[in-house]
């Protein structure tokens, strides 16, 4: 059985390791705060105190962490994977970053005999802990063969995009049709109430048809209830999208209303409010409608 490292044990991260844990890897965890770190030590993994530590003690070493740069520190800088890299180990990036960084991390650990995978993942908060994720593969096809017992702890759909870089625009795509669900729902939801009508019956009456998605699904109960905590926070779901503008200004690709819902989703760090769940971009558009949604 292989010996698995995760780094990065934030919102995300911890609920992925807790799974691989469960599934009987051994498992060593690193991260920046301790406090995840004793609290899955105590459900049975080891702590290591450096990137570079967890790479020498694994035969694959995952990094879930916030944006391109942390990777790049924790894979290639100080103390990190680099410096405790060994022939045949392999790493999983479960980030959201850019694909060409990706890449560039990629030919660089290739160098010391290690194959990566970018594997960034959807389903938020609630997928990751009921280990249901979608896991978007970028890499060798045989290096995620060999990683796929570890997948099937932490997710239900496994889908190998392509090379190196793939699996992050996989993501980058993902994040265009999560961006414009949240905002629309938040547009339908004002747009019910202003013109008068109870928003909980409008969605009750669209979520049969051709509305039907995810988004509607999922987040109204908690938008009804008053609930705006994350869920995937809203600065993330903002840097998300940047990596998207960048890519696409990268190829010359037009996306206009990706780059709408990115100035919304801005704003919402602008006005303090960042913090809060995706979903809660609703609070942008309800200032723009001088209206706020009535708690049940």
Not at 84 to 96: E, K
């Amino acid at each position: 059985m292989l010996t698995v490292g995760y780094i990065g044990l934030g919102l995300m991260g911890k609920s992925i390791a807790r799974n691989i844990l469960k599934a009987g890897f051994p498992l060593v965890v690193h991260n920046r705060s301790r406090a995840a770190v004793d609290e899955l030590v105590s459900e049975g993994a080891q702590a290591a105190f450096s990137p570079a530590e967890v790479a020498a003690r694994v035969d694959v070493i995952f990094t879930n962490l916030p944006d391109s740069p942390d990777v790049e520190k924790v894979a290639l800088g100080e103390h990190g994977i680099i410096e405790g890299a060994h022939p045949g180990l392999i790493m999983v990036d479960n980030s959201t970053i850019k694909p060409a960084t990706a890449r560039s991390i990629a030919e660089k650990l290739a160098e010391k005999g290690v194959a990566c995978l970018d594997a960034p993942v959807s389903g938020g908060d609630v997928g990751a802990r009921n280990g249901t994720l979608a896991i978007m593969v970028g890499g060798p096809a045989e290096t995620l063969e060999t990683v796929r017992p570890v997948f099937e702890a932490m997710g239900k759909t496994i889908t190998h995009v392509g090379a190196a870089g793939a699996g992050q625009i996989a993501k980058a795509a993902n994040q265009i049709m999560v961006a414009a669900q949240m905002v629309a729902m938040g547009e339908l939801i004002v747009f019910a109430q202003k013109a008068g009508a109870d928003p909980r019956k409008v969605i009750e009456a669209i979520r049969g048809g051709a509305a039907q998605c995810w988004t509607l699904d999922v987040k109204p109960p908690r938008l009804f209830a008053g609930n705006r905590q994350p869920g995937f926070k809203a600065y993330m779901q903002a840097k998300d999208l940047n990596i998207v503008l960048e890519t696409a200004r990268q190829y010359g690709i037009p996306l206009p209303s990706a780059a709408v819902d990115a100035q919304l989703f801005n704003a919402m760090i602008e006005m303090g409010i960042g913090d809060l769940d995706n979903s809660a971009v609703l609070g942008v558009l309800e200032t723009l409608a001088n209206t706020r949604l009535e708690q049940a």
